[in-house]
């Protein structure tokens, strides 16, 4: 599932506006499992909401209120199964808006300053995307079945005209494990092992015997993606690296992870445009479990609203 797009034209406009007030003395207005949500946070949110979907002010408050008790259950669920966005994966998307409506990421942020919204408002936002998105791809990936029936008639009914050639690669994960309690040296030692494996890495067939000179790595296969498939924060590291070779260690809360292309072809237009109509099925078929494993978490949480 990819992270909800922003409608970039409105961004667009809605930064070309003034400069509005600053935020007046803040308060707590909700608090879910023991976690306030304060007067500022919502005026944040509603304020970049408003840049992005030009709601009036009272929906946008509302929709905010909502979004940020969404957050807070989706970040405590992703924290329970060891999902935590890295900083990296937060600026590559904050720098994949800004490239979307043509700014650098330091201009991206001053005009989101002088529009009164923190970076960070829209960086947190992007985090809980990046996590809730793992989180819901690895426990329904599963059990998203797409019949083939399903497929041939939405290409039936697709206005895919795309012409062009696709590009799709064949990735494998590394993952060279830290502990979560281990200590400053280690990780460094763990972090120069992975530089080194980065160096001598030279093609997924020959993998096995390099790793295995290591201890506590994992190499996991993530199998084909089109280039259309990747991860808008890991597309740029993917799409830069050669064949055979392993994109830079990132370090997540598993330890340091790279991505190994281990191959790379083009596909015709056709078999592309039924690839991105297969994968829009699974993403429509996941966000209604998603919704539903939403609900369930709010079954389950406390919520205080004041």
């Known amino acids: 599932m990819r ?12 930064l070309l506006l003034g400069p509005v007030p600053a935020a007046a003395q803040t308060s707590i207005e909700v608090i879910v499992n023991d976690q306030p949500i304060t007067t500022y946070d919502i005026k ?23 979004e940020l008790i969404d957050d807070v259950l ?39 300053r002088k529009n009164g919204v923190n970076p960070d408002t829209l960086k947190d936002r992007l985090k ?27 290409l039936k009914k697709s206005d895919i ?80 690296t050669e064949v055979g070779r392993l994109t830079k260690p990132e370090q997540t809360g598993r330890g340091f992870e790279m991505i190994a292309v281990c191959g790379k072809r083009e596909m015709a237009s056709d078999l592309a445009a039924r690839t991105e109509v297969e994968n829009q099925l699974r993403e429509k078929e996941g966000n209604q479990l998603m919704r539903r494993y939403l609900q369930e978490l709010k079954l389950r949480a406390t919520i205080v609203q004041r």
């Open 161 to 240: 005209k795309d012409k062009n050639t696709s590009v799709e690669y064949d990735l494998s994960q590394i993952i060279v494990v830290v502990p979560k309690k281990a200590s400053s040296s280690f990780k460094a030692k763990r972090q120069r092992e992975s530089a080194q494996i980065r160096k001598e890495f030279n093609g997924c067939d020959a993998a096995g015997a390099l790793l295995g000179q290591y201890n506590e790595v994992v190499l996991k296969p993530v199998g084909r993606r089109l280039e259309t498939e990747l991860p808008p924060e890991m597309k740029d590291d993917i799409t830069g």
């Open 44 to 66: 944040q949110r509603a304020r970049l909401i408003q840049l992005t979907s030009r709601k009036n002010s009272s929906v946008a408050r509302h929709m905010a209120e909502q």
């Open 74 to 112: 989706k970040m405590d669920e992703a924290k329970r199964v060891g999902i935590v966005p890295s900083s990296k994966e937060i600026d590559n998307a904050f720098a994949s808006i800004a490239r979307n409506v043509k700014m650098s990421p330091s201009q991206l942020s001053t005009a989101l």
């Open 128 to 154: 809980v995307q990046i996590a809730w998105q793992k989180v819901v791809g690895s426990r329904f990936r599963s059990q998203i079945k797409i019949e083939e029936s399903e497929v041939i008639a939405a």
């Open 3 to 14: 992270i909800p797009a922003f409608s970039l034209c409105l961004l667009m406009i809605g």
